[in-house]
């Protein structure tokens, strides 16, 4: 990832307006879960996105839901399926929370005033009204394993979260998630649509079903 967006796939004014237009009518007739469905939005692989597959962001969304509690926030940091599957519940269900989705692509700003532009590079460049400890979990997703991306992904975390964390990264990254974040490795799995050449694991900092 660089620190310009010139190779950043974006859309145009007109292709935005297009698109709103279309979530606008779809909402009209019924159809609003749509747009939230996960691979709503393609995997660009230029840019690290694998997305979960239905079952991991089922699992993970009704995982951070139940942890914020009702009318919680949750912040997902690079976990665009997590948000998609969370807003999915959200038509379904009386219990409400709210969801931020800070992302580098921005074809996810489509999503409207949930979207937050985000580059790891600069973890703590974030708009003024994302106070500091103001989400009650938040889940990240750093899209390259490496101690850089994910110590400066950390930063962001810690910034947001009023304590509680869920981190999905390689499992060769389990040492610095626990040196960064003092998280714990989890017995769950999470899968992706595609299949990736690295284990993948989930790491928490409190008492979770994810663990057993």
């Keep these: 990832m660089s620190d310009s967006d010139d190779d950043v796939p974006q859309l145009s004014a007109a ?12 909402e009209r007739t019924g159809q609003s879960s749509d747009k939230f469905c996960v691979g709503a939005v393609e ?55 709210s969801a931020v989705l800070l ?20 973890p703590l460049c974030l708009p003024e009204a994302l106070l500091p400890q103001s989400f009650d979990i938040v ?12 110590s400066k992904v950390a930063l962001t975390i810690k910034y947001l979260t009023k304590g509680k964390i869920l981190l999905c990264t390689g499992a ?8 960064l974040m003092d998280l714990k490795t989890c ?14 694991r989930c790491y928490v900092n409190y008492e979770s079903r994810l663990l057993s």
């Design 43 to 97: 995997e660009d692989w230029r840019m690290s996105q694998f997305w979960y597959c239905e079952d991991t962001a089922v699992r993970l969304a009704e995982e951070v839901k139940q942890q914020a509690g009702e009318h919680g926030r949750i912040a997902c940091i690079s976990a665009p399926s997590v948000y998609q599957k969370l807003k999915q519940l959200e038509s379904t269900r009386s219990d409400s929370v």
């Design 103 to 122: 992302e580098f692509d921005r074809r996810f700003a489509a999503y409207g005033d949930e979207f937050v532009f985000y580059d790891y590079n600069n």
């Design 139 to 150: 889940i990240a997703d750093p899209p390259y394993l490496s101690e850089e991306c994910l």
């Design 15 to 26: 292709t935005l307006a297009a698109l709103q237009e279309f979530y606008a009518e779809s």
């Design 172 to 179: 060769i990254m389990e040492e610095l998630a626990g040196k």
């Design 187 to 200: 017995s769950f799995l999470p899968k992706h649509n595609h299949n990736l050449a690295n284990e993948f």
